[in-house]
Nanobody
């Protein structure tokens, strides 16, 4: 049974940092991503990487502030978020796909976690 379990969300002041974790079990995937969804908005792409680490991709809105990474031994994907802004407030979802392309399209991802809330206060 495939499971993606996010953790690490919370409340932080603007300018602060959080690190989200996504523990993966059940099978291995070629590509992992983080998406987010704010109230009343569509789910949007944040970052993606291939498990090999050879390719990463970021949304323009987070480039230079967020970093996606993975720990092979722990089968865990991370999203380090620095210099957080109130507009980063959303539920953050981990996603995985069998294909090797770091696509920004959420429909291309095969499995999803349950989400973790990130709230940034001004």
């Amino acid at each position: 049974q495939v499971q993606l379990v996010e953790s690490g969300g919370g409340l932080v002041q603007a300018g602060g940092s959080l690190r989200l974790s996504c523990a993966v079990s059940g099978r291995a995937f070629s590509t992992y991503a983080w998406f987010r969804q704010a109230p009343g908005k569509e789910r949007e792409f944040v970052a993606a990487m291939t498990w090999s680490g050879g390719s990463t991709r970021y949304a323009d809105s987070v480039k230079g502030r967020f970093t996606i990474s993975r720990d092979n031994a722990k089968n865990t994907v991370y999203l380090q978020m620095n210099n957080l802004k109130p507009e980063d407030t959303a539920v953050y979802y981990c996603a995985a796909r069998i294909g090797v392309i770091t696509t920004t399209m959420f429909g291309a991802y095969d499995y999803w976690g349950q989400g973790t809330q990130v709230t940034v206060s001004s």
